[in-house]
């Protein structure tokens, strides 16, 4: 089991950066995929990035986001991180944190556990 926890939200101009954080506790953080979801007001959860396990070889990103998003983790720190670049007004939305164990994922349905999430707001 694990339980995770986002930080690194905020409001930023349209071009600007940010980058979230999701911590991890519990055991084996290198066995369990790890990833991003995005949420907006009245929108379907959808997926936006994912780093495979253990070492985080393999990256998967949404069309949307593709170019501009990075995906990292850092097993030792039990951390990973999503690096948003040319952030634009579409990509306004409350953030979660995902993880599967030892299986990936690219539906909401598929993930086993979710972080609490954290607001992202791009201004124009």
């Known amino acids: 089991q694990v339980q995770l926890v986002e930080s690194g939200g905020g409001l930023v101009q349209a071009g600007g950066s940010l980058r979230l954080s999701c911590a991890a506790s519990?055991?084996?953080?290198?066995?369990?995929?790890m990833g991003w979801f995005r949420q907006a007001p009245g929108m379907e959860r959808e997926f936006v990035a994912r780093?495979?396990?253990?070492?985080?070889?393999?990256?998967y990103f949404s069309d949307s986001v593709k170019g501009r998003f990075t995906i990292s983790r850092d097993n030792a720190k039990k951390t990973a991180y999503l690096q948003m670049n040319s952030l634009k007004p579409d990509d306004t939305a409350v953030y979660y944190c995902?993880?599967?164990?030892?299986?990936?994922?690219?539906?909401?349905?598929?993930?086993?556990?979710w972080g609490q999430g954290t607001q992202v707001t791009v201004s124009s």
């Open positions: 995902a993880a599967k164990q030892r299986q990936g994922f690219v539906a909401a349905a598929e993930v086993k556990y």
């Open positions: 519990g055991d084996t953080f290198n066995s369990y995929s």
């Open positions: 780093i495979s396990y253990p070492s985080g070889t393999s990256t």
